[in-house]
Antibody, heavy 119, light 109 residues
Framework: QVQLVQSGAEVKKPGASVKVSCKAS????????INWVRQATGQGLEWMGW????????GYAQKFQGRVTMTRNTSISTAYMELSSLRSEDTAVYYC????????????WGQGTLVTVSS | QSVLTQPPSVSAAPGQKVTISCSGS????????VSWYQQLPGTAPKLLIY???KRPSGIPDRFSGSKSGTSATLGITGLQTGDEADYYC??????????FGGGTKLTVL
């Protein structure tokens, strides 16, 4: 069965960086794009960007341009999202989600990773 | 401020029907398929409806979707207490960026 398993919760200080992983199983990793979506406590879903695991191509929401980097390691079917220059407003649950290709729905989601930014 | 507009909350009694609206523009809903996601408390979102009105395997036909112009609607019939959740609409914009609604909290009275 398709699974996206994310790394554990993180606590970071303002100005630091965080790198969240998303390990895929149950399907061919390079056949689906991986997107990242975040959700602050009590708030809605916010799309951050996408990555094509086959080519490594990426596309980011303008809000995160210059602060986010999405990468992958195809040998271990794992995608990564790194967010730098963290501030308190970045405290949220970060989800990875799979799509067949851009314009398609997010059909499988990871369990989420809580990132807390606090001094 | 979410790109797509949803009502913050809706409620109905068990067994009744409820609809949730999602309003966008020609640069998103007007030119792309709409999906709906159900988020039960403390869990990740789950795909409920895709391509405006299609249900993934395992989703009961009590859930339905429709789209007209720049708006979409999720319908749920035969409400159950287990349907209490947050519901989000989502689509893509003309710049290939994902967009979501602010979410609607469903309460089954």
């Amino acid at each position: 069965q398709v699974q996206l398993v994310q790394s554990g919760a993180e606590v970071k200080k303002p100005g630091a960086s965080v790198k969240v992983s998303c390990k895929a199983s149950g399907y061919t990793f390079t056949s689906y794009d991986i997107n990242w979506v975040r959700q602050a406590t009590g708030q809605g879903l916010e799309w951050m960007g996408w990555m094509n695991p086959n080519s490594g191509n990426t596309g980011y929401a303008q809000k995160f341009q210059g602060r986010v980097t999405m990468t992958r390691n195809t040998s271990i079917s794992t995608a990564y999202m790194e967010l730098s220059s963290l501030r308190s407003e970045d405290t949220a649950v970060y989800y990875c989600a799979r799509v067949w290709e851009l314009l398609d729905p997010f059909d499988y989601w990871g369990q989420g990773t809580l990132v807390t930014v606090s001094s | 401020q979410s790109v797509l507009t949803q009502p913050p909350s809706v409620s109905a009694a068990p067994g009744q029907k409820v609809t949730i609206s999602c309003s966008g523009s020609s640069s998103n809903i007007g030119n792309n398929y709409v999906s709906w996601y159900q988020q039960l408390p403390g869990t990740a979102p789950k795909l409920l409806i895709y391509d405006n009105n299609k249900r993934p395997s395992g989703i009961p036909d009590r859930f339905s979707g429709s789209k007209s112009g720049t708006s979409a609607t999720l319908g749920i019939t035969g409400l159950q207490t287990g349907d209490e959740a947050d519901y989000y609409c989502g689509t893509w914009d003309s710049s290939l960026r994902g967009v979501f609604g602010g979410g609607t909290k469903l309460t089954v009275l």
